[in-house]
């Protein structure tokens, strides 16, 4: 009798659970929520300066200050990076994503949130450009919103060049009253151009600070591009274009590259 | 024992309700159910040469859709006095462009623009010369309700598409739905995503199998991808940059601020405003849509307003005839100290002989994209 009685006692759950099994698949399909905001972590907004003030595309021409004034508009600004991270106060780096983004000023794409773990940075490290491997790689393999799928950043210039990762271009005149424009087209790329950077934290010419991350919140932190430093002392009449390849080119591009190390054109406030 | 078989049987009791819920978007009306079959991505776009394009997540592709997407894209009714139908003005032997400069509509009136070829558009984010549109399934509205091409009206369309048996048929099975404008353009806008050009000796020679070119078609794709660009002595221009706004396996940039919507040169002032008419930003007057070069020995006339009828015309534009003093001329093209080109006789033979490269024959014969009313 009790065996019997344990028997009909475990059938009777287990169609229970089939029944609420089965009940639930057949409602509607639940609204998925949305994508859970990142608790812990920080959020990176890059900003394209000029003398201190934001960038602007298709408007307005900046001075240029080199031996002789030149005006610059700006049509188009994008940078792919690689090993994008932040680096703790005793030197180990906790990159930020898979460490590839792509960061278009004109289109506002400059903000991005990561999840990352409490503590204490001290500064940004990044590469302008990436590994041979990838650079020459399949850019097919990446996912339609990868920063590195070419056709949807237009960085990628085929098999023979591999990625762009930076490209400026705009017009510039001798003088405001100039009636027409000339072109400027810098085009960072090949192995030979890529570039580490590490900007620590704090204002350029400021101490040192520290970035925090702490538990449930977002830290807020701005990267700033000094766009005026990358240009410094390049007079435009005498090369206005560089697409990284010949001599006179890449010798401009590595002049580029290293303005902004010289002239300190990046900068991390202290959140 | 016993208990499993009642389990079995409660089992399929509770599944087969499911079946059954009314809410199921593929039982129609009348109770009967048809599942469309799903087509995989992977089956339609080469993901080996051109990656997977980034697809609408609320229209999968299914072969009745697609398929009715087709018999919309070549059905006349579409248009007022059913005399017009997009595959009118988008010839699939001209790689669905058309080979006269403007096309004409009903009534035999002129649209104001070349028509665009249609060719891998889900790689595309812009469309239209202007570059006004973001997606297929909105664009489709504009040519079936404009006055000069097909000057149709919604509603008489949905009363024509829900009259018409094949019709009814079909959206039934693509969609569970009665004709619709609605479910219309969803399914042309599957039909022409999956239009897609892969098959020519240009996108088989791409990632640099050069072996598979003649001598001049080598010369020419040097030319065309800058690999003769710079002259490391001088710092002189000698090849012709074409892959800056041509360039990767689509033959077309994307990134609208990377030479995808671009001035090329061709006038000093502005009949057509081109995109500058949809910004309204006077810096953006005479820039059009970068069109994908592929198949481009079928697509002539070129340009926007179709100004050149053949290949050798376009070269020398681009190697002879840039007008520099043009307000909003992509720096891309006067960074070179706004010099012409000035290619040799030989340059051009070249250059053409690799633009020739991109005819894929596969294509504009697919019979997947053909009229399906022609038996």
Partial sequence: MRVKLNKWFLGIIAVTMVLVVGMQSCGEEPIKPPPAPIKTGVQLNFAALWEGQPLTFLSGYFKNN???????????????????????????????????????????????????????????????????????GDPNQWGPEHPLNGNLTGMHWGWAGGYIFQAIDGNYKDSLTGLYNKGMSFHAATDVMKREFIVPVGAIGGASGLISVSAGKLTKVNFNYHVNKLLQGVELKKGAVSHSEGTKEAALMARLLSNLTDFKAFEVPTP | MKTRIWL???????????????????????????????????????????????????????????????????????????????????????????????????????????????????????????????????????????????????????????????????????????????????????????????????????????????????????????????????????????????????????????????????????????????????????????????NVAVTGPYMHDGRFTTLDQVIDHYSDNMNFQSPTISPMLTAHSNKQLLLSKQQKADLKAYLLTMTDTVFIKNPAYSNPFKK
């Fill in chain 1, 66 to 136: 080199a031996t002789q004034p030149e005006y610059i508009q700006f049509l188009n600004f994008g940078m792919i990076v690689s090993k994008l991270s932040l680096v703790k106060e005793d030197g180990t780096e906790v990159l930020l994503g898979d460490g590839y983004q792509w960061i278009d000023f004109k289109k506002s794409r400059t903000q991005f949130d990561y999840e990352m773990p409490e503590g204490s940075y001290k500064a940004v490290k990044f590469t302008f450009g990436m590994d041979s491997a990838v650079n020459h």
């Fill in chain 2, 8 to 294: 079995g049987f409660v089992l399929v009791l509770v599944f087969s309700a499911c079946r059954k819920d009314p809410k199921d978007p593929l039982i129609n009306q009348g109770g009967t159910k048809y599942v469309p079959t799903v087509v995989d991505p992977t089956t339609i776009f080469p993901v080996s040469k051109f990656g997977l394009p980034n697809l609408p997540s609320d229209n999968s592709f299914t072969e009745e859709g697609i398929y009715l997407g087709r018999m919309l894209f070549y059905d006349p009714i579409l248009s007022f006095d059913s005399s017009v139908s997009c595959g009118s003005c988008h010839r699939q032997q001209n790689a669905f462009s058309d080979p006269v400069i403007y096309s004409n509509g009903i009534y035999g009136l002129k649209t104001g623009r070349n028509s665009s070829a249609l060719i891998n558009l889900a790689y595309s984010k812009k469309f239209f010369w202007d570059a006004r549109q973001t997606t297929l399934r909105e664009l489709v509205f504009e040519p079936i309700q404009a006055h000069n091409e097909m000057a149709m009206t919604l509603p008489l369309l949905s009363k024509r598409l829900a009259k018409a048996k094949r019709y009814v048929e079909y959206f039934d099975k693509a969609f569970g739905s009665e004709p619709n404008v609605f479910n219309m353009s969803k399914a042309l806008e599957q039909f022409l995503l999956s239009i897609v050009s892969q098959n020519s000796l240009f996108n088989d020679f791409f990632p640099g199998r050069f072996s598979l070119l003649n001598d001049e078609q080598k010369r020419g794709a040097l030319l065309y991808n800058g690999l003769v660009d710079f002259d490391g002595v001088t710092g002189l221009t000698t090849g012709t940059d074409c892959f800056h706004c041509h360039g990767g396996a689509l033959a077309q940039q994307n990134n609208p601020d990377m030479g995808g919507i671009t001035n090329n040169g061709l006038d000093g002032s502005f009949s057509d405003r081109g995109f500058g008419a949809i910004t309204n930003n006077p810096l953006d007057r005479g820039l059009f849509k970068t069109p994908t070069l592929l």
